[in-house]
Nanobody
Framework: QVQLVESGGGLVQAGTSLSLSCAASVSDITLAWFRQAPGKEREFVAAASWTGDAYYSDNVKGRFFVSGDNSKSTAYLHMNTMKPEVTAVYYC?????????????????????WGQGTRVTVSS
């Protein structure tokens, strides 16, 4: 079974940058980031696919950047120019199927493994 451990969350001021890490127990898989704000459903943020491609939701494209390091089985989420609206618990998820989804790896039900989450809070 895949184990995922997120790190890097915390309280930051608006306009600053923050990077999250997801360490996986296996490599050559798709690692994605989802987030869930209070009172809202979990939503896709970004993914580093096993193909080497990166995917982003429209609301973070241009501000967030996802990268992967297969040598360490780790994915990163670099968040720039943070705003209070990005406050949420961020979850790392893993998809081992190596499937190619026509719409991109953006749906939560594609992912069988999830980390416990790391909380990101942005103050004004």
């Amino acid at each position: 079974q895949v184990q995922l451990v997120e790190s890097g969350g915390g309280l930051v001021q608006a306009g600053t940058s923050l990077s999250l890490s997801c360490a996986a127990s296996v490599s050559d898989i798709t690692l994605a980031w989802f987030r869930q704000a209070p009172g809202k459903e979990r939503e896709f943020v970004a993914a580093a696919s096993w193909t080497g491609d990166a995917y982003y939701s429209d609301n973070v494209k241009g501000r967030f950047f996802v990268s992967g390091d297969n040598s360490k089985s780790t994915a990163y989420l670099h968040m720039n120019t943070m705003k209070p609206e990005v406050t949420a618990v961020y979850y790392c998820a893993a998809d081992l199927s190596r499937q190619l989804y026509s719409g991109g790896p953006i749906l939560a039900n594609y992912y069988a493994y999830w980390g416990q989450g790391t909380r990101v809070t942005v103050s004004s």
